[in-house]
């Protein structure tokens, strides 16, 4: 059996290949790129674990793994494993992955901007890691692709705010190996690796197209162009090409390239242009149909083309390594006029395109090299026809010439061109020899002579020696073709005044040079004589000119001599000798008559040429030319070398190592003559290189010193003239001083010499005069030390000269000093400089100079260094001591730190790194602690301090701290340095001194902390322990806290990545420190006392820290320190304290979590109850206080931030306030939250509440004058006065609250305060100025009321204060309950609404899950005196019934007994009664239920109570419109119609079945008095109906009319139906009651038929009298989907009738804005149930509703225009609606029949009969009514109730209006099918958002159901195609038929998730109902019991037409708003 064994190294890393998802428990999934650990193997498995989660180890295939090499450390438990690959590489592969979770969350943030860009640098990342890896890059590649790697990468975390990577070149810095100093220096950009600096340049050009029809052979010639001083930079780079297009010279084939070398930086700055010349050869005038070639070639102009360098610089920094040089494309011109070809390029630049023509593409030869040509261009012909011009490449490289050659040698294989600069380049180096003389054709003038056409003038140019005869191949017309012998110009057509601008190169030998000449010879081309040239002039001109300089670099005008074809220029003397070349040459007159004879000439003949010499050897310079010939005159030599000093240092540095060569060869020969002039010369040379223009030359000096120098006997003439120079400066003026200083500038060259020369002389002589030379040295040291010495201001700037310069000798005196010797000489220098001097510029200088020193090789070695470290200490100790020049001091103590760094890392140095870091500490450590204590911190050198402070202290080791600490044997001494050494570590840990993206120099700063404390605690427990020094220790103790709890040890706010990073190199440096802490708390024994309680919240602070170990470790600390504090003080009262605030302060900074707070509450109450026996009661109790503490701050720490948590926090925040003010009376903790509390309800405008919290401090304040201190909110004053102001902030806020009636009492106070106290009759006079407005606004201003809501929280997510609570909310004005639903949904995003009230079980209560149960809530007055007082002012009671109230009921209809068929029978209230912990409106919004009862009410009792309220709201209504008749009858017509229809169509006949039988009464004697009391109301209503519709008859318009005769007969219906009745007391009641007047009377004025005012003992109920409802609160049953009909009246407040209410927002502008709004009440008011003004409040909570008693109830309309209510089809009794399709087939709004509350009703799709109750029902009429109209039916006479109607109990409709609160909206997964009725009717809605009530009240907002899911829920009924239900056969009659209820509660989504339906579970029966069962006697639910079948839906009963078309024309007479078409459901389809 095969067993697991260790993996060996070679498989130790792996990356997965693909993903793997395990099955075993054992398993490791792995994803695609994971890299893994392996541990073992066995079989084919590996056993490890990914390096993303490193806890979980486990299994997984082999085969799924890749290996890779990687390096193992400590093999063992403890292995680290990393893959071996480049580091870049590495460091790309895990930017990328940290990258790429940022990435997402850019994403999820939508910032999208940063998201694009990040992507494109990823993806550029990938890429360039791509070709890293590729290995076919060079070295060079290699390492610009890094650098620009690292770029990328930093920018990019820039970018994202991540942390600074140092780096060095682009290699990241390795801080084990890098000192805090050196990465300080790095991480400011301030230390780059020293770069060469690159002085050469050299462009490579590639010709690798040529598409150009030339026809001929063609030259093309390619040149650099500066555009900015018109001129030719380079020599020519010359092309030849057959007419075929190949190269001339086949062996170019395939290498027409070039080098264009030695560019400068000055030329790169230029406005550079590559120029290509194009020629033909061939004939005069081109004929391509001429086939035979021409025995004469002429060069002919053809074009020219120019593209910018620049474009290539562009494109190569764009360009990605690895990748071809980028192609370029040089379109080719053609100028208009051939003549312009001499500027052609010029226009090309200038873009003066009207010169010149575009060549075009459509040519039949095109030239390509295919080896060269690109891809694309071999392939396809068509694409290289269509190329205009040539197709070169470019590309720059840099460096010297030799060093591109060695690195890209490839390139110079192919046999590449070199084409050098037409002058010098930057360098010239000694050994370059150049000898190139330049000749640019100009222009020329020719007389026409007796011709009328021009000349075709060709210019022939030779060479001729000294003899006549013409030098051989030295001219060269451009690099790449072989040199000639003799030139020809190209042909100008008949032109006599030709430019040409053509340069031509001339290699003349230098020993041929002088006695050369040019000669110019002029022939003219006919046309007509073929093959002829006929010579007619020539010009000449010599290279030298008499003085032996060369032509002058400037144009030459020549003379043209005429000539005849048949000379022969036999000897060159005849005119060299007898005629002048120029102007400018002196021929004498008798040469001149001679030559005249022969050659003639014509002043009007000139020919213009331009010279340029670039030579190392010739010279144009007349005085530098006598000093390289002075032995010629040796009697100038003084005045040559005076002159030279005069000369341009152009011409020295071309000829410097001659003119050297010459000044030591005068030196040699007469030392005391010229040896002084000599070396001041020399001293002017080498000054002159110090020249910014001229400093690369100083490598041409270097090179000519060590190799080519050779006097070895000037060194004694240079110390002496040197030696002489500085003495001679001390004493003499200011002119020697200069030259002192000009000396001093050239020191280190002297040295040089000096030393080379004795170099040299040793040599030669065997070393001999070596004392000697010695003793001249040492005299001149000891001069340069006088200088230094002399505090003389005079020398200034000698001195500074000398300490600037002075580094540079160093080296060259180790060519013959020891290091001791040398290291003596810079010692005794610099220490000759007095440190009491007070020269600024001196000290400066010599601190730089030490810089110098300590960067000079001499430095690096240990003899040497011995000496000059303590100098240089010396020195710098002074100047940091006294603040002098702190910058340069700081900087050099730097530069000695990293020496010691770097050399600490040989371990052969360990023993001098000793020696040498024991002498930093001695001389800086103290010093460098103090200057941290000082120095400003925001200045530039405060982080270099610090970091030279942490990197001395990093090169520390134990024996260094030991001797340190040894050293202070003085006990007062090792205080004050313990306490600075505290004090200064507890400002690195603050670590202001860095930026924060600086995480490697924090990490390294702590770590330097961390160690240095270790050490220095010890010496702190051993000295000052016994002597106890509590200074001391509690600043160790607040360090060590400062330490532990800084940002930057807190890992878990990392990213993983950088946390796994810190780890790695530090660990976690909190767990040490923390236990370090530990030890010396326990070491203090008896000393503990000290410490308390100041201690308490510093190590709080520490425990709060997020590491387990560490607090375990910590948390016990506190029971110690409360055990310390009760065996001192007999409490631990102190402790307590302090931790309290701490405490509070410490959870506020984000600090503790819940894992704390367990470990907090078991540790410590585990060690109090096994050590604490005595106060083991009294501990334990503080501990569960101190639990409770921080779960109410977690609590609200939680919900600090946000906006949507904002009543979180209100909450939380009264938690705490009642926690410190009555479990630990903390007064001062009290008023803080009280504070808090105060500025969120100002910040969110709750003014009232605001006020309340205010009056919490203000009822603490006496009216005294007790002086109270001052706080963060008032100043130091008196009691009185403090509480004075807080009333008048009070008063403020009751005023903005519009809570007048609590700010009355406050002024009554205060102005009692200002009367009979204070006297101030001012305050008074204002106060009661602000009483009396109060008074005033109460009667007079509008207050919007506001709902109230019942919401339970249950399950164990929520938070401690609303966890398995109920409390009753507030809502915000207007507010249904529906919005406030969404409110609660937005602030518990994750919690579950409940969709029934009913009680919970314990599974809920104890879950983890998060339950709210909402249903609105009715308050019952505490003032029911007022209320009971009728004279009282509306608006005063209306305040009474809603505010100061803490008790609050809330019903749901609970049926009992058996079945029946009148539901009115059986149905009871069961009402609860809630008091909360306090009244509203207080501090909150929102209370506490404190104690819950529950009573019943019985049926009648609701029948009575629903009666009267529906004639109190018709009683009002008469009202309104006879005191005014203006009013609009809209809202009268609408009450009465659905009060008359409902009463008609057996509303009434169901009260007197269900009560006034006999069987009833006979049953419930008891109930006799309320039956009676029901009687009298329904007649009571007779007299009402009758009273209103004479009134309406008197005010109807008269397309109202109709309607009001309608209900004139419904009426008579209903008074004869109401007389057809047994009851003698009905009956006797209708007889007195009159009929109304016909319709045509009806509007007549008529006083038979008074106007009813409201019955003045039972006055009409205010909106507030009318608010109060009885909302459902679910039965506890068995069955969740059970459901009760509601009781609640449907009626409205009196002044706001159904039509009234507010549009629904989904609802067209027409439809809003055509429902009125008589009474301006709000259309959303709250149902609430009405508590009567003439009982007591108790009575009601008792009794509920009495007759006896009058109790009543009404209830307000809510909106019921939204989907779910119109696909109940159930309307508010009292109004009138119809089905979508009802009434005349022409109708377009066929769906309105008449006055209705809102629009059209149209069917839920998707289900059964057209209509599903879907746990909805109407929220805003917020009942059920029975007047629902049919398709077909009745409309006008709704049929009576079927006999045969099933219980309606069985339905399950608790849900119907009971108040709850709405699930969240939902949205459709799928599409509904609809019917064709609904697509043609207002349906639109139904794709709406739908929002419903917990137990099924419907919000205006509404959209289709979401399908459940197939394969758990039975696929619900298919839609049928008519609107119109069907009747089922068991329905004995027609009438309104029943339509589909699917009863199943929608369930809440969560935030963010979709809303579903609850699954109906298999077996479950669907439950049908009759839309018109459901019947509303005055605001009464009556479902008839016969209503439910469980069948299929019963088939459609055809109606009476004529009863539909009679109904149809009675609605429509009546004004109502129309629709506007919507959408259909199956258009969103």
Same mark, same amino acid.
């Given at each position: ?551 002058? #670099? ?281 440190? #009491? ?84 500490? #001695? ?231 819940? *894992? ?38 977690? #609590? ?190 937005? *602030? ?36 029911? *005196? ?571 009963? *055809? ?31």
């Amino acid at each position: 059996m095969a067993t697991w064994s260790p993996t060996p190294p070679h498989k130790k890393y792996g990356v997965a290949i693909d993903n793997y998802v395990s099955k075993l428990p054992c398993g490791v999934n792995l994803q695609i790129g994971e890299t893994v650990q392996i541990l073992e193997e066995c079989a084919g498995w590996y056993r490890g674990f990914s390096l993303r989660n490193k806890e979980k180890k486990g299994v997984f295939p082999a085969s799924y793994v890749h290996l890779k090499e990687a390096k193992v450390e400590n093999i063992g438990q403890y292995e680290t494993v990393s893959p071996v690959e480049n580091p870049t590489v590495l460091e790309v592969t895990s930017v990328l992955r940290e990258w790429g979770q940022m990435w997402k969350r850019l994403y999820v943030e939508r910032h999208s901007q940063l998201f694009h860009t990040v992507k494109k640098l990823m993806l550029e990342l990938i890429q360039m890691r791509r070709q890293l890896m590729s290995g076919t890059l060079t070295q060079d590649q290699i390492r610009e692709l890094k650098l620009r790697i690292t770029s990328k990468i930093d920018w990019g975390n820039r970018k994202l705010g991540l942390d600074l990577v140092p780096r060095i070149d682009g290699e990241v810095v390795d801080v084990d190996r890098t000192s805090a100093v050196q990465l300080y220096q790095v991480s400011r950009g301030t230390v780059r690796k020293s770069k060469k600096k690159v002085l050469s340049h050299h462009l490579y050009f590639i010709l690798k197209n040529f598409a150009c029809n030339v026809g001929e052979d063609t030259d093309i010639f390619f040149s650099l162009y500066d555009a900015i001083e018109n001129k030719f930079i380079s020599e020519r780079f010359h092309v030849k090409l057959t007419k075929n297009g190949l190269p001339v010279n086949v062996e170019r084939l395939h290498s027409l390239s070039a080098f264009f070398i030695d560019l400068g930086n000055q030329d790169l700055a230029r406005e550079l242009y590559m120029v290509a010349h194009i020629f033909r050869i061939g004939k005069m005038v081109y004929s391509s149909g001429e086939s035979k070639k021409s025995s004469v070639q002429y060069r002919r102009p053809y074009g020219c083309a120019v593209m910018s360098i620049q474009e290539v610089l562009v494109a190569q920094a764009d360009q990605s390594e690895g990748q071809e040089d980028k192609e370029f494309l040089m379109k080719v011109y053609s100028c208009n006029n051939e003549n312009e070809m001499w500027q052609l390029h010029e226009n090309i630049i200038r873009k003066q395109l009207g010169k010149v023509n575009l060549q075009g593409s459509s040519y039949d030869t095109i030239v390509s090299f295919p080896l060269l040509l690109p891809a694309g261009l071999q392939a396809n012909n068509r694409s290289s026809r269509d190329l205009t011009g040539m197709v070169v490449s470019m590309s720059l490289l840099h460096g010297e010439l030799a060093q591109v050659r060695q690195e890209n040698a490839f390139l110079f294989n192919k046999g590449v061109t070199l084409v050098r600069k037409l002058g010098f380049s930057d360098v010239i180096m000694p050994g370059d020899i150049r000898n190139d003389l330049y000749v640019t054709l100009e222009r020329a003038e020719f007389e026409k002579g007796g011709k009328t056409t021009g000349k075709n003038v060709e210019v022939t140019m030779v060479v001729l020696g000294e003899d006549g005869e013409v030098l051989q191949e030295c001219i060269s017309l451009g690099e790449g073709e072989l040199y000639t012998s003799e030139y020809q110009s190209y042909v100008l057509y008949h032109n006599n005044n030709p430019r040409w601008g053509e340069t031509i190169k001339l290699a003349v030998p230098i020993d041929k040079f002088y006695g050369s000449h040019l000669r110019f010879e002029f022939r003219h081309c006919s046309t007509k004589d073929k093959d002829v040239k006929k010579l007619f002039a020539f010009a000449f001109t010599p290279l030298m000119i008499g003085d032996g300089t060369t032509l002058q #670099d400037r144009q030459h005008e020549l003379f043209v001599y005429k000539c005849e074809e048949n000379v022969k220029f036999h000897s060159p003397a005849m005119y060299l000798t007898n005629l002048p070349s120029s102007g400018e040459d002196t021929i004498g007159t008798i040469g001149l008559s001679e030559g005249g004879a022969t050659f003639p000439r014509s002043p009007k003949e000139t020919f213009v040429i331009s010279t340029v010499v670039c030579s190392t050897k010739l010279t144009q310079n007349v005085d530098l030319l006598g000093l390289l010939k002075w032995k010629a005159h040796p009697d100038r030599v003084q005045d040559t070398l005076q002159r030279l000093t005069r000369v341009d240092g152009e011409d020295i540095v071309k000829f410097l190592h001659d003119i050297l060569d010459t000044l030591f060869a005068i030196m040699d020969e007469n030392t005391e003559k010229y040896g002084k002039q000599v070396f001041q010369v020399l001293v002017f040379i080498i000054d002159m290189l110090h020249s910014e223009k001229f400093q690369h030359f100083r490598e041409v000096l270097d090179t000519y010193i060590q190799k080519h120098f050779a006097g070895a006997l000037v060194y004694k003439e240079l110390i002496a003239s040197f030696k002489r120079t500085l003495d001679t400066s001390v004493t003499s003026g200011m002119d020697k001083q200069e030259q002192a200083q000009n000396m001093l500038k050239a020191i280190e060259y002297i040295f040089k010499f000096i030393i080379q020369s004795r170099v040299l002389y040793g040599r030669a002589t065997c070393g001999q005069e070596a004392e000697s030379f010695k003793d001249d040295f040492m005299t001149m040291f000891t001069s340069i030390n006088r200088v230094l010495a002399q505090p003389v201001e005079a020398l200034l700037q000698v001195q500074v000269t000398l300490l600037k310069y002075f580094h540079s000798i160093y080296d060259e005196l180790l060519r013959l000093f020891d290091l001791h010797e040398v290291a003596r000489f810079i010692a005794n220098a610099v220490d000759s400089i007095p440190l #009491d001097h007070n020269m600024t510029l001196l000290n400066q200088t010599k601190l730089k100079c030490i810089e110098h020193t300590i960067k000079a090789n001499i430095f690096r070695e240990t003899v040497s260094r011995a000496i000059l470290l303590s100098t240089c200490l010396r020195h710098l100790s002074h100047h940091m001591r006294q603040k002098q020049e702190l910058k340069l001091g700081v900087a050099a103590v730097g530069d000695i730190i990293i020496l010691i760094q770097e050399l600490s890392h040989d371990q052969s140095m360990s023993s001098v790194v000793q020696e040498n870091v024991q002498l930093l500490v #001695d001389s800086l450590l103290e010093l460098m602690f103090q200057g941290v204590m000082t120095i400003d911190r925001t200045g530039e050198v405060a982080g270099h301090y610090v970091s030279c402070l942490i990197g001395l202290l990093g090169l520390m080791n134990e024996e260094h701290y030991r001797c340190l600490l040894e050293g202070l044997t003085d006990r007062k001494k090792l205080r004050d340095f313990l306490l600075r050494i505290f004090i200064v570590f507890r400002e690195l840990v603050k670590q202001d001194h860095f930026p924060r993206d600086w995480v490697t120099m924090r990490m390294l700063t702590n770590n330097v902390v961390l160690t240095a404390l270790q050490y220095f605690s010890q010496a702190l427990t051993e000295t000052f322990l016994f002597m106890f020094d509590q200074q001391l220790w509690s600043s160790y103790f607040g360090l060590a806290v400062a330490f532990l709890t800084q940002a930057s040890l807190q890992l878990e706010s990392f990213t993983e990545a950088k946390r796994n990073k810190i780890l790695e190199k530090y660990c976690d440096m909190r767990v040490p420190m923390g236990f370090e802490i530990l030890s010396m708390w326990q070491s203090l024994g008896e000393h503990k006392l000290n410490f308390l309680p100041g201690m308490v919240g510093s190590f709080l602070e520490i425990s709060l820290v997020p590491e387990t170990e560490l607090r375990k470790a910590l948390i016990p600390v506190f029971h110690d320190m409360m055990e310390c504090e009760q065996a001192t003080r007999g409490s631990f009262k102190e402790v307590e304290c302090e931790m309290i605030d701490k405490l509070d302060i410490l959870i506020s900074q984000d600090k503790g979590d819940d *894992e704390y707070r367990e470990l907090f509450h078991s540790i410590l109450l585990d060690r109090v109850q096994i050590e604490n026996a005595d106060w083991q009661e009294t501990a334990g109790s503080f501990v569960n206080s101190m639990t409770r503490l921080l779960e109410r701050l977690l #609590d609200y720490r939680h919900v600090m931030k946000g906006s949507e948590n904002r009543d979180k926090r209100m909450g939380c925040t009264v938690s705490l306030l009642h926690f410190y003010h009555s479990d630990i009376q903390r007064e001062e903790m009290y008023i803080r939250y009280i504070y808090k509390l105060h500025d969120m309800h100002k910040e969110a405008e709750n003014y009232t509440e605001a006020g309340f919290t205010l009056l919490l401090h203000a009822h603490m304040l006496n009216w005294t004058c007790l002086m109270l201190p001052d706080d963060e909110w008032y100043p130091r004053q008196q009691e009185r006065e403090r509480k004075e102001k807080i009333y008048v902030m009070v008063i403020e806020y009751f005023d903005k609250g519009k809570s007048w009636e609590n700010g009355i009492p406050l002024c009554k106070e205060l102005a009692e305060q200002y009367e009979k106290k204070s006297f101030e009759y001012a305050k008074l006079s204002h106060i009661l100025q602000t009483q009396a407005h109060f008074f005033e606004n109460i009667l007079t201003e509008l207050r919007p009321e506001r709902p109230f809501y019942r919401v339970g929280y249950y399950g164990k997510k929520f938070p401690f204060f609303l966890r398995n609570k109920t409390f009753v909310y507030q809502g915000q004005p207007y507010e249904k309950i529906q919005d406030f639903s969404q409110r609660l949904q937005t *602030e518990f995003p994750n919690a579950s609404f409940m969709t029934h009230n009913l009680p919970l079980d314990d599974e809920v209560i104890n879950s983890d899950v998060e339950y709210i149960q909402i249903c609105k809530a009715t308050p019952v007055p505490n003032d029911s *005196e007022i209320l009971q007082d009728q004279t009282v002012p509306e608006k005063i009671a209306s305040y009474y019934r809603a505010n100061n109230i803490d008790t609050f009921i809330f019903d749901r209809p609970v049926h009992k007994g058996g079945k029946d068929e009148n539901l009115f029978k059986n149905m009871w209230l069961e009402r609860t009664i809630m008091v909360t912990t306090s009244t509203l409106p207080g501090i909150l919004k929102w209370f506490e239920v404190k104690s819950v009862q529950v009573v019943e009410i019985s049926p009648i009792e609701t029948a009575i109570q629903t009666m009267d309220n529906m004639n109190k709201e018709l009683r009002s209504l008469i009202h309104q419109h006879t005191t005014d008749q203006t009013r609009g009858v809209q809202i009268l017509s609408m009450r009465l119609n659905g009060v008359i229809d409902a009463a008609v169509n057996g509303g009434i006949s169901k009260y007197q079945e269900a009560f006034f039988e006999d069987d009833y009464i006979n049953a419930h004697p008891e109930d006799q008095q309320l039956v009676q009391r029901l009687k009298g109301l329904v007649m009571e209503q007779v007299s009402v109906l009758e009273s209103g519709l004479a009134i309406h008859g008197k005010l109807a318009p008269a397309e109202v009319v109709p309607l009001h005769r309608k209900m004139v007969e419904m009426f008579t219906a209903m008074k004869a139906s109401l007389a057809g009745q047994n009851s003698p007391s009905l009956w006797h009641t209708q007889k007195r009651l009159s009929v109304a007047s016909a319709p045509g009377a009806l509007g007549q004025r008529s006083s038979s038929i008074p106007s009813i005012p409201p019955s003045p003992e039972k006055k009409p109920a205010s909106p507030l009298s009318k608010s109060l409802q009885s909302p459902l609160f679910p039965v506890k049953t068995t069955t969740s989907k059970t459901y009760a009909i509601s009781t609640q009246p449907p009626a409205s407040v009196p002044t706001t009738p159904a039509s009234a209410v507010a549009p629904s927002p989904l609802l067209p502008e027409k439809r809003r804005n055509s429902t009125p709004n008589t009474n301006n009440t709000p259309a959303d008011t709250p149902v609430n149930q009405s508590v009567p003004t003439h009982v007591s409040r108790d009575s009601v909570l008792r009794h509920g509703s009495d007759p006896s008693l009058g109790i009543t109830r009404t209830q307000s309309p809510d909106r019921t225009d939204n989907i779910l209510t119109r696909s109940m089809d159930v309307i508010p009794y009292g109004t009138t609606n119809r089905h979508p399709g009802t009434g005349s087939q022409n109708s377009p709004r066929s769906s309105w029949a008449g006055p209705t509350v809102g629009p059209p009703i149209p069917p839920r799709t998707g289900l059964k009969g057209g209509f599903s109750l879907n746990s909805t029902t109407t929220s805003s009429a917020s009942s059920i009514t029975s007047s629902v109209s049919q398709a077909g039916g009745d409309d006008s006479v709704p049929p009576a109730l079927p006999a045969r109607v099933k219980r309606a109990s069985a339905v399950s409709l608790q849900s119907l209006d009971s108040g709850l609160a709405p699930s969240p909206p939902l949205t459709p997964n799928r599409a509904v099918p609809t019917p064709a009725s609904l697509q043609s009717s207002d349906t639109s809605s139904i794709s709406s958002t739908s929002s419903t009530d917990t137990n099924g009240s419907v919000d205006s907002s509404t959209v289709p159901p979401i399908p459940p899911k197939p394969s758990k829920v039975r696929p619900l009924p298919p839609v049928p195609t008519t609107l119109e239900p069907q009747v089922s056969k068991s329905f004995g009659r027609q009438g309104p038929q029943p339509a589909f209820f699917d009863c199943t509660p929608l369930v809440p989504a969560k935030s963010g998730q979709t809303p579903r339906i609850p699954e109906i579970p298999e077996g479950s029966q669907s439950v049908y109902m009759s839309p018109s069962s459901v019947y509303m006697f005055p605001t009464s639910v009556y479902m008839s019991p016969s209503s439910v079948s469980l069948s299929s839906p019963p088939p459609l009963v *055809e109606k009476k037409k004529n009863q539909q078309a009679t109904a149809q024309q009675t609605y429509k007479s009546v004004p109502r708003p129309v629709p506007t078409p919507r959408k259909s459901v199956s258009d969103n389809r």
